[in-house]
């Protein structure tokens, strides 16, 4: 890979979580608006009608409300977030790796070891690259938090029923904490504020590993030409 392929690789790191940046503020900005629509209807129904909290046909109104607001829109639109968060994380590390093994001449790809993206990453990165996959702890924890959430995304479309139970397990302990994952229906449902610091922490991780990798590597690329997505 010359230097030009590599300079736009690295920069499509940025180009691609600014995308995922702008993918959630959309997210968020639609369960709002729709919470705003969906309150006028039960209003309107309300006051027109002359109708009481009490009426069976305002509680269903209510109830709908409340199945779009609190389930629907979070489970359809902040649960796929997670899909695509993960895979430019993916990506993002074997390009690295890639890119490095490269450079360093090595006969050893990451996709040739054993386990998980992130098993194999931090296998590949540690003992093969010589180089720190990730420098912050917390953040690395939430990155392993995000692919067992992506996985039961993906793999089990949220459902609670249809995952395994040390996943399970794992999951649960996480709801018990509070931290912006809710059970609801027989589904799991992330939360505005879970969205939002799995994808700072992505966010932090690979940008850290692009500007290391650029120290790395020799002369670095102009800093600041994207600087919206720093």
């Known amino acids: 890979m010359n230097q030009i392929e590599t300079n736009q690789r690295l920069n499509e790191i940025l180009f691609q979580l600014g995308a995922l940046r702008d993918h959630l503020q959309l997210v968020e900005k639609q369960i709002a608006h729709k919470k705003i629509i969906e309150k006028r209807r039960l209003d309107k129904l309300i006051r027109n009608r002359g109708l009481s909290i009490e009426d069976s046909e305002v509680r269903d109104a209510s109830d709908y409300y409340n199945f779009m607001i609190e389930f ?22 074997t390009d690295v790796a890639d890119m ?47 692919l067992e959430l992506r996985n039961a995304v993906a793999h089990s479309n949220s459902r609670i029923d249809m995952i395994k139970d040390n996943k399970k397990n794992k999951i649960s302990a996480w ?21 939002e610091s799995l994808f700072a922490s992505v966010r932090s991780t690979l940008i850290n590993l692009r500007v290391r990798y650029q120290k790395w590597k020799g002369p670095n690329l102009v800093e600041g030409i994207y600087p919206q997505y720093f």
């Open 100 to 146: 490095m093994k490269e450079r360093q001449s090595q006969s050893l790809s990451m996709s040739d070891l054993r386990g998980n993206l992130l098993e194999k990453a931090l296998k590949y990165y540690n003992h093969i690259l010589k180089f720190d996959l990730y420098v912050n702890e917390i953040d690395w924890n939430r990155i392993k938090m995000l």
């Open 175 to 195: 709801e018990s904490q509070k931290i912006g994952l809710s059970f609801r229906n027989g589904y799991i449902i992330i939360e505005e504020q879970l969205a």
């Open 72 to 93: 629907h829109l979070p489970l359809f639109l902040r649960n796929t977030f997670l899909v695509s968060l993960y895979a430019v994380y993916e990506s993002t590390v």
